[in-house]
C-alpha cells in the first residue's frame, strides 16, 4: 500500500526555522505537495514538488529526493500565524492526492 | 474570484439516514474530487470526477457515491449512514491534471448520532 509518515507534533518558537519531514512508500507519483491547515479551515496549497531538490516560496521552501523517499518542508521566519496542521501528499495521474499523517505546528512567542 | 463553496456546512442526521452534500467549484475547474478528513484516519480521499466522469475511487464502501453535473458541479451521498460517517467531507477543485494544487471548500461537517 501507500503511506506517507510525518511528525505528530512540531513546537518552535517566533522567528526559528523548522523542518516538517516526510517519508513515504508509494511509487510512480508526480510530485509530492504540502498544505495548511488552520483549525476549523480548509487545507490551503502551499508548494508542489515534481522534481527532485528545493523549491522556494517566500518563507516556505520545499525538497523532494525520490531516491531516499523523503521531502520535508522548511519554513523559516516562523510567526503565530504559522501554527497550524501541515500535511504532505502525493499525486498521480490526477487529482487523487494521498496524504500524510499530518504534522501539527505549535509556535511559541 | 469565488473560491470553492461547500453546502451546507454542518449537519446531523442519524444511523441508516442518508445524506447528500453540495461542491461548487472555482469557475473554470473541470476536477472536483471529495476527502474524507477525521482524527483517526486523516485525510482520505473518496472519489474524483472530471467533465463528469468519474477518474478515480478511493477504497470507500458503495455507500459513498457522487456526480458531476455539465457546469462542473458536484455532489456526493452517502446512504445507510453509520456512526463511523461522522467526519468533515472536503470537496477540492482544479483546471484537472495539476498535480498537486488543489482548491479546498471549508468543508461539511456531518454527524452521525
Known amino acids: 500500500g501507500q503511506s506517507l509518515e510525518q511528525p505528530s507534533e512540531v513546537t518552535a518558537v517566533e522567528g526559528a526555522i523548522v523542518q516538517i519531514n516526510c517519508t513515504y512508500q508509494t511509487s510512480g507519483f508526480y510530485g509530492l505537495s504540502w498544505y495548511q491547515q488552520h483549525d476549523g479551515g480548509a487545507p490551503t496549497f502551499l508548494s508542489y514538488?515534481?522534481?527532485?531538490g528545493l523549491e522556494e516560496t517566500g518563507r516556505f521552501s520545499s525538497f523532494l529526493s525520490r531516491s531516499d523517499s523523503y521531502g520535508y518542508l522548511l519554513l523559516q521566519e516562523l510567526q503565530m500565524k504559522d501554527s497550524a496542521s501541515y500535511f504532505c501528499?502525493?499525486?498521480?495521474?490526477?487529482?487523487?492526492?494521498?496524504f500524510g499523517t499530518g504534522t501539527r505546528l505549535q509556535v511559541f512567542p | 474570484k469565488a473560491g470553492v463553496t461547500q453546502t451546507p456546512r454542518y449537519l446531523i442526521k442519524t444511523r441508516g439516514q442518508q445524506v447528500t452534500l453540495s461542491c461548487s467549484p472555482i469557475?473554470?475547474?473541470?476536477?472536483v474530487s471529495w476527502y474524507q478528513q477525521t482524527p483517526g484516519q486523516g485525510l482520505q480521499f473518496l472519489f474524483e470526477?472530471?467533465?463528469?466522469?468519474?477518474?478515480n475511487k478511493g477504497n470507500f464502501p458503495g455507500r459513498f457515491s457522487g456526480r458531476q453535473f455539465s457546469n462542473s458541479r458536484s455532489e456526493m451521498n452517502v446512504s445507510t449512514l453509520e456512526l463511523g460517517d461522522s467526519a468533515l467531507y472536503l470537496c477540492?477543485?482544479?483546471?484537472?491534471?495539476?498535480?498537486?494544487?488543489?482548491?479546498f471548500g471549508e468543508g461539511s461537517r456531518l454527524t452521525v448520532l
Open positions: 469557475s473554470g475547474h473541470r476536477s
Open positions: 514538488n515534481a522534481l527532485d
Open positions: 470526477y472530471f467533465s463528469e466522469t468519474q477518474r
Open positions: 501528499a502525493v499525486s498521480h495521474n490526477t487529482d487523487k492526492l494521498i
Open positions: 477540492a477543485s482544479s483546471f484537472g491534471g495539476d498535480h498537486g494544487e488543489l482548491f
